[in-house]
């Protein structure tokens, strides 16, 4: 799997956008960009992924570059909930195998 | 719907001993994983199940770790003997069979070595 490059952390203000980059520069054809996060004290907890298009949910968007090479996850109106470890996981949608790296801390301040 | 439950959550041990963690996935769930996350660190992959059999064990220290989900349901993770560097939060994930992409993680079992 294609190694991924993250902040160590970020700060942002509640009820701002928080916007998480992510590099990764040799990401496959075939690989997808996956976005987990962990809350102190809990398991990880799955965000959002995509391939190539922007993707959306209830819990965050996914912006990938055209050149795939980068990421970021947005959140929209960060709460002080938000706050947590976030992962930029680059994967194969077949293997199903998640390989975390060190991940951003993100605090959200009041 | 219930999540992944696992026990104890913590647990203190001394260097030596032995302990034995418990995973219980969310029903339905044919793929089981654990994992080991040392402080400051993300989760590492130590073992994968699919039903009641191994998928990859390639990370698990075999010489003091062992894990077993004989009935294709529950699973538990076993260190003998356990050592300093086993200090961690062992998670346990859970994922449906096809075409879904995210595991469901329980909330890990911190464990400490004296």
């Known amino acids: 799997d294609a190694k991924t490059t993250q902040p160590t952390s970020m700060d942002c203000a509640e009820g701002r956008a928080a916007n998480l980059p992510c590099n990764h520069s040799t990401i496959s054809g075939n690989e997808y960009v996956y976005w987990y996060r962990q809350i102190h004290s809990q398991g990880p907890q799955y965000i959002i992924h995509?391939?190539?298009n922007n993707e959306t949910n209830e819990m965050a968007s996914l912006i990938i570059t055209e050149d795939r090479k980068s990421s970021t996850l947005i959140l929209p109106h960060a709460t002080l909930r938000d706050t947590a470890v976030y992962y930029c996981?680059?994967?194969?949608?077949?293997?199903?195998?998640?390989?975390f790296g060190a991940g951003t801390t993100v605090t959200v301040r009041a | 719907e219930a999540g992944v439950a696992q026990s104890p959550r913590y647990k203190i041990i001394e260097k030596r001993q032995s302990v034995a963690f418990w995973c219980n996935p969310i029903?339905?769930?044919?793929?089981l994983y654990w994992y080991q996350q040392i402080l400051g660190q993300g989760p590492k992959l130590l073992i994968q199940f699919q039903n009641n059999g191994v998928v990859d064990d390639s990370q698990l220290p075999k010489d003091r770790f062992s894990a077993e989900r004989l009935k294709g349901v529950d699973s538990t993770l076993k260190i003998q003997p356990a050592k300093l560097e086993d200090s961690a939060v062992y998670l346990c994930?859970?994922?449906?069979?096809?075409?879904?992409?995210?595991?469901?993680f329980g909330p890990g079992t911190r464990l400490t070595v004296l």
């Open positions: 996981i680059v994967r194969v949608q077949n293997d199903y195998k998640l390989s």
């Open positions: 995509g391939l190539k």
């Open positions: 029903s339905g769930h044919a793929t």
């Open positions: 994930a859970s994922r449906p069979n096809r075409g879904y992409n995210e595991q469901f």
